[in-house]
């Protein structure tokens, strides 16, 4: 399919001789560090902005929603390591960034966010379109700017991005007001460079934590999705080939490991494997890296890993004891604390003989009732059918957790998914912008029938854009995780979860100019993933499961690790 | 329970007070008191005397939360009769 090229005229500057703008200086300090794509929807306080735009070098990919804008730039940094950029406009525009921005900050993801506001002399009297982004923002940002000179600009710039990026990455939010990106600006402040350094980790940390290691007859490597924000996963790989520590991961840390690898037990938590759980529980030992101890991850933490001593390696020294009390803390740069960690072969053969029983006992059963769709098994199949440039873009529910459980996963960056805030929506936005960023990589967003309704409107960018983005829609006509939740834990009171009028999804697509089809036997599976991996062009399939179906294991809130529910 | 007093030394950045209270406020510790002198070659040096909404909330871990914003310089307090002080670059 033949992608819809906007027709918006170059401005090429003008070519004026004029001193430039706050919106010029604005793009050319995007220029200057080194990006290439934002994402963004126009409007009034922002006009100035997108004035600047044609011509400017910048891709600027049109959204139909601006929380689509944020996921999209939150997506296209995960996969690239760069910072995402995405704009709107002032009041709603900027509102409708934030649960973008909030996702981006709950797990440590770098992004700018550039916000148009009303003119400086009018902000306080609640003008048009006028909301206090900058304060409404302040929970969710690592940190914002307001622009009260537009000679500030690139200097507001280059530190976003070196905020962003550095240390514990995050979102930066700046302010823009409309006079502001307006004003000619005749002399630009020198951009004054701010060395950043991340703190080299202790010695005399990094020698009890070897001490701690060799004296362990049961040790576990946790990994998290601070891992692979350090840069580390290569320094973690090598680190573990030697060790060959039984290893499990948070769900931002998936791909860390490759999923299969030796040593590896998969997803611990709430909806982790049973094997990987279980481990953990007999643990004498957690040797943790960049996680933060989620409540998703550790169940109930008075009963997590109850024999287990605890090192905490993290680049963020406001994680360590947070939640669990660290006996060897390593705050600082991760990468260089695993290279240092010498600890020889570890004497653990009956640990990890015993792990791998574990292991081999609880593998996931692909076997299910009926002739419809298993969705599990189907993404067992499409992941391993899409091989090493498989990307999953998940959306939030179900599929989301049987995507962590039976995708198979080569790389940390594989693996999109809103962890920390748990944002339905996330699915197609994501799936753009990891294929805008990655177009070799097969990208496939999997999604639910709730989620997708939330921004499916963005079908239309794929559209335009011709983004050849591979969608998975599993439909089982309900809010499937509260559907599930209420049956086990609200005495089967169904309350408003029903999606019994759906719209026909593949219709909805081909409205859109997008390829679709519909799958509903479970001899059709392979059939579909062919068709789905074959189709150059955008396509989603339309994949109806069984309504009853639930995410199996499962530790019931409130309880232990060691108290899972299984099918 | 029992206050505490933490003193902030910060650069005044634009809302960089209303960040701090916020991250106070939200991480679970009531201010109780502020101790707020003038601002001097841009920097300012808060007292704030907080107080634990229950039990678990640690105020070492608050140390380094608030440590960790941008344009915050040196965090101290006297926490259970010990100057504790958290400093040095924080991405």
Redesign the interface.
Known sequence: MNAIQPTIETKAAAASKQAPSGAELVVSALRDQGVEIVFGYPGGAIMPLYDALPGSGLKHILVRHEQAAAFAADAYARVTGKAGVCIATSGPGATNLLTGIANAFMDSVPMIAITGQVPAGVMGTDAFQEIDI??MS??VV?????V?RAEDIPQIIAQAFE?AT???PGPVLIDLPKDIAQSRVENIAPIKPKA????APDPSAIAEAENLLKRSKKPVLYIGGGVAKARAVLALRRFNMLAGIPAVSTLTGLGTLPTGSADFYGMLGMHGGKAANMLVQEADLLLVCGARFDDRATGKVDGFAPNAKVIHLD????EI??VRSADVAVPGDLKAALESLKIGILDISDWRQHVRALGAEHEFNYEAPGSGVFAPAFLDELSRAAGDRFVAACDVGQHQMWVAQHCQFSRPEAHLTSGGLGAMGYGIPAGIGAKLARPDDCVVTVTGDGSIMMNIQELATMRRYGVALKIVLFDNSALGLVRQWQELFYEGNFSEIDLYDNPDFAEVARSFGIEAFTVSRRDQTTAAIERLLNTPGPVLAHVHINPRENVWPLVPPGKSNAEMMER | MMTQTLHVEFETH??AL??LI??IE?RGFDIHSVDLPAASAGRMNVGFGVIARNLSS?I??LQ??I?????VCRVFGDVDGTDKRVG????
Do not use: N, W
């Not at chain 1, 690592?142 to 307001?146: A, D, E, I, M, W």
């Not at chain 1, 950043?196 to 703190?199: I, L, M, Y």
């Not at chain 2, 440590?67 to 344009?71: I, Q, V, Y």
């Not at chain 2, 040095?88 to 991405?91: E, I, M, T």
């Open positions: 900058f304060g302040m929970p690592k940190h914002s700017f307001l009260r905020i550095s240390g514990r950043t350094s991340s703190r680049c963020d020294p406001a004891g947070k | 634009e809302g209303l960040r916020g991250l939200r640690d070492g871990i380094r939360q440590h960790r914003l941008t344009g040095g670059q924080h991405g």
